[in-house]
Structure formats: structure tokens, C-alpha cells
């Protein structure tokens, strides 16, 4: 069996691993890399394999970075299988098609632009249309159901506990009369993640592909986070702003609606401010996702099901509210009263949360709070990193609102949890491929998986190919190696961050200039610069 790595790799977004055995050719997962503009590129890149000879597409779960390139190798030819659990199904048909419209959408303002500079138009990435066609090659399943595909290979799907209907794939492969197991994790969830159930656990594995998207990271358990998102929400209401969400339209956004609801008992007075305050679902998707919820309950914990018998509807409360049109959505930001405002996307990239983050990024009296990952590059990320400025439909916005990010809402585990959920294999994997993660955090992973369990560990490049057997022998395919117009991107990507940077420390200067600067300081900065400047000549030449 040969796996080779095509996303996710040495970064956040973009899950894609292609695998190939003796007669069969499949994709675990199909994602959207997310983030700096490099990663758009990538997105457009040709797949490295005939799509036609492709047999199945195995997916984790709906999130666009795993889902999001399905249209994409839909119009290249693909014509397998698409084989997901029912809710993961559910929401990819809400979730692709929204996507068509955003790359439509944005395909047009870049026509537009390079119209103006006199070049010739572009096609978007794919279209709602295009969105739309694919959902004909998906393939509901069954948690916990092994599945024969062929001769070749068995799959289970388990519950991942990240969002609904996301999976951990169990896989047995069979060539030349020697099984091979492989797990594939996706997104584990976070312990306690409200609404769904805890991860599953898995028994035994040859190999393991592993996320470590906070794999050197520990959410702060210590504070009570409905206690410390009401806090903020109340402060925010008593100065008289606005409280902006950015929230994934499926997961996070029906867990903060629950979270509220459970606790309207325990924090009764805390909960008079935001029930009087008007809470707005401001998202299509994230209103027909709220339905997919609805209709999935099998995958509700004991807690949440109980809610429900009980009578109890866990996804409303008083005051809350969902916008659907772009009139009403428009109609928020001239509202002179606080309101709470939940809109997608999570990362910011795109979506209504940007016209929010227009209206509010500038006031001191708004506080903007991330419940989930953001990955580098991101707007989101950007926030939370403390940027001073930020561009947002050609204009450039000052950061003068409160940023925060509760952690405890995240859908993926932490350090603790990926290394505990690995604890309970009973047959260790032979070796532990880490992908899903930033370096940093995938370095600090292995050496706590190396440290903890003795096992071996593979953090792979993009584009690199490992062959699996059963006698844990791993041969690097020396051939495959990432082209070098990723290289190129690469070296876009330096620039782009070189760009921010220099943006910053303009801001920082103007903001300075009412400050005593000693001539030495000045002329050391000039100097800096001059050099910066020489090289950038000389890198043009």
C-alpha cells in the first residue's frame, strides 16, 4: 500500500491523502487549503493522479477544509464514490453549494479587478452548479458499521465527537494475503464538546494518520467558559456595543445556542442581560445546518437526548433570532442597540462575518470572541494576533475592539486529549504519521508521542509517498516530491508575511510621531531599511 500526502502536511488546511493498493485508488478526504493566498493557488493546482482512475473519496467529515475541493475533482472527472456518514452527507449539501457561491462570488470581484488592469478573465475554482452536481456520487453509512468496499478493503466509520457526523475511518487492507490496518483520525473531537458524544475509542492499528492541530497546546480548563463568555458578553452590553461571533455555520454555532439554553438556570441572573438582548443567527447556512442537527439526534449524547425527552429544545432560547436575507443581515449594523451577532465563517475568509467585522473592528466598545481554530493566514488569525490595522473591502480598518478567544468551545482535542485518546489503543500503532498542524505544534506532538508510548513518528512534507506493509517497513518513495511551483508559493508566502510586517511597523511609526525619537534610533531604523530595500533589488534582478 502507498499513501502519499497532498494536504494537511506541515499545515492546518488542505486535508487530502491519496492512497493506492494493488487494484484500488482512493482519497481520504478531498479539503481546501485556507489562508494566505499561496494556499489559494494550491487549490487550483491539477491533481497528481488521473481523477477517472480515482475509485472512492473516503470523508471525515463536512468541513470545508476537508470537503471543499469535492466540486473541484468533480469537474476534473472524478466519477467514484463519495462515501461520508448520513449527517456528514446532510451537511455537505448545504456546506458544497455555499461554497460554489463564494468562489463565484469572489471569482467575479478578481474579474473584475484584472479587467481594470487589462488582463483576461478567470474561472472560479468551481461553481454552485458544479456544487450541486457532485452531491450525486455521495453514499450514506452507518458509525460503527464495517463496511466491504471490495476484495480489498474494509472500512468502519466511528465518531469522532468534532462535529456532526464526523468520523475517525478505520481501514483494513488486504494485498497478497496480509492485512494491514490503517486509521485514519480526522478531527478529534474536544472531551465534553456540547451536544455531540466523546471520540470513540480505537482498539488497535497498524498505522495511524493523526491531527495535532493543538498538539502542543492545552485548553484552559481551569475557567468555566459559558461563565467566561457570559462575563464578556455582559461587559460588552453595559458599554453599549456589540458582541460579533465569528462561528463555523456547522458545530460551533448550534454548541454555543446549547451551551446557552443548558445553562439559563445555573447563571439565571447573568442570563437576564443576554436573553433582554437580541442574539442573531446571521447565516443561511449555519439556519439549514441548525436543521441537520435536528434531524440527526443519534448522534446526540445521553445529556442532550434527555434535553429533548425531557421536552426541552436545545438549539433555541429566548431572543434568539435568524436572519436569512442580505437585507436583514445589512439591517443589523444600522441598529443603534447592543445585539449579538453569530455569523460565519469561523476564520473570518469570507461570508457575512467580514460586514460585521467592517462595522465593528473600530468601535472600543464591541468585543469580537473566536470559539474555534484559526489558521495561519487567516483574518481571523490575524485578530488574534494582535494585528493594529486590518483591510476589509479596500478599506483599511483600525482594531480598537476588544479580542478574545475561548478556547473551551474548540471542536478539536488538545495536547492531553490527542495523547490520552492514543493511550487507549490496546495494539499500538507500528508507526504514527502527524499531519493536521502547524510545525511547531507537529514537532512538539512527536516528541511527546516518541517520549510517552516509545512509538515512531512521521511528520511528512507535501507531495511526499511512503509504502506500508505489514512487516512495519516504510519505504520512501524517492520519486514524489513536491513541484516546484510550490516552492514558488512558498517564497509568496515569505513575501506576503514581509508585506504585513512592513505595514505594521508604518502603523507603529505613525502612531509615534507625537513621541521623542533620538536621532541614533532613527538612523538605525533608516539603515534597516536601506538594507531590506537592496536585498528586495537585488532579489528582482
Not at 481546501?32 to 471525515?60: C, H, R, W
Not at 494475503?177 to 451536544?195: H, M, T
Not at 421536552?311 to 444600522?334: H, Y
Amino acid at each position: 500500500m502507498k499513501i502519499t500526502f497532498l494536504g494537511a502536511a506541515k499545515t492546518v488546511t488542505g486535508s487530502c491523502f491519496f492512497v493506492e493498493t494493488a487494484s484500488t485508488k482512493f482519497l481520504v478526504d478531498c479539503g481546501m487549503f485556507q489562508g494566505y493566498s499561496k494556499n489559494n493557488a494550491l487549490n487550483e493546482e491539477e491533481f497528481p493522479f488521473n481523477v477517472e482512475e480515482l475509485d472512492y473519496i473516503f470523508l471525515t467529515h463536512a468541513h470545508i477544509d476537508h470537503s471543499g475541493r469535492i466540486p473541484r475533482i468533480y469537474i476534473k472527472g472524478f466519477r467514484g464514490q463519495i462515501i461520508a456518514t448520513k449527517a456528514t452527507v446532510e451537511l455537505c449539501a448545504i456546506m458544497l453549494p455555499d461554497s460554489g457561491h463564494i468562489q463565484e462570488y469572489e471569482n467575479e470581484w478578481t474579474n473584475r479587478k484584472r479587467l481594470r488592469a487589462g488582463k483576461p478573465p478567470v474561472e472560479p475554482l468551481y461553481t454552485y452548479q458544479d456544487a450541486v452536481n457532485c452531491l450525486e456520487l455521495f453514499r450514506k453509512v452507518s458509525y460503527d458499521e464495517v463496511i466491504k468496499i471490495n476484495d480489498e478493503i474494509r472500512v468502519r466509520f466511528r465518531d469522532a465527537g468534532h462535529i456532526l457526523g464526523s468520523a475517525i475511518i478505520e481501514m483494513w487492507i488486504n494485498e497478497r494475503g496480509e492485512e494491514i490496518k490503517i486509521v485514519f483520525s480526522g478531527d478529534l473531537g474536544n472531551k465534553d464538546i456540547p451536544i455531540l458524544r466523546d471520540p470513540s475509542i480505537i482498539e488497535s492499528a497498524d498505522y495511524l494518520v493523526i491531527e495535532s492541530t493543538y498538539g502542543n497546546r492545552l485548553h484552559n480548563e481551569r475557567v468555566d467558559k459559558a461563565e467566561y463568555f457570559l462575563n464578556l458578553i455582559n461587559s460588552t452590553i453595559e458599554k453599549g456595543g456589540n458582541v460579533i461571533i465569528p462561528s463555523f455555520a456547522a458545530g460551533r454555532t448550534q454548541e454555543l445556542i446549547y451551551e446557552l439554553n443548558k445553562k439559563k438556570e445555573v447563571y439565571d441572573e447573568k442570563l437576564k442581560m443576554l436573553f433582554a438582548t437580541p442574539v442573531y443567527i446571521d447565516s443561511p447556512m449555519a439556519i439549514s445546518a441548525t436543521e441537520v442537527f435536528r434531524n440527526n439526534l443519534d448522534c446526540y449524547d445521553e445529556e442532550a437526548r434527555e434535553y429533548i425527552e425531557n421536552g426541552d429544545n436545545p438549539l433555541d432560547f429566548p431572543g434568539l433570532q435568524f436572519t436569512r436575507t442580505a437585507e436583514e443581515s445589512k439591517a443589523l449594523n444600522e441598529r443603534k442597540e447592543s445585539s449579538i451577532i453569530i455569523a460565519a465563517s469561523g476564520m473570518c475568509e469570507a461570508g457575512r462575518i467580514r460586514h460585521h467585522l467592517k462595522h465593528n473592528l473600530w468601535r472600543k466598545d464591541s468585543t469580537i470572541i473566536f470559539v474555534g481554530y484559526q489558521a495561519e493566514g487567516t483574518l481571523g488569525r490575524r485578530l488574534l494576533d494582535g494585528a493594529k490595522k486590518v483591510r476589509l473591502f479596500g478599506e483599511e480598518i483600525s482594531v480598537e475592539a476588544r479580542i478574545e478567544m475561548i478556547e473551551g468551545f474548540s471542536g478539536h482535542a488538545d495536547k492531553e486529549g490527542l495523547l490520552k485518546w492514543i493511550e487507549r489503543f490496546n495494539r499500538k500503532p507500528k508507526k504514527i504519521f502527524i499531519v493536521h498542524g502547524e510545525e511547531d505544534a507537529m514537532i512538539e506532538f512527536s516528541e511527546e508521542i516518541n517520549r510517552r508510548f516509545n512509538i515512531e513518528t512521521v511528520i511528512p512534507s507535501r507531495g511526499e509517498s511512503f509504502i506500508l506493509n505489514a512487516h512495519n517497513v516504510i519505504a520512501i518513495d524517492e520519486k514524489v516530491r513536491p513541484d516546484n511551483s510550490f516552492r514558488i508559493l512558498q517564497v509568496v508566502e515569505k513575501l506576503e508575511n514581509i508585506k504585513e510586517e512592513v505595514e505594521e511597523l508604518s502603523y507603529i511609526l505613525k502612531s509615534d510621531l507625537k513621541q521623542d525619537k533620538t536621532d541614533l534610533e532613527l538612523d538605525e531604523l533608516m539603515a534597516k531599511l536601506k538594507n531590506i530595500e537592496k536585498s528586495i533589488l537585488e532579489a528582482l534582478k
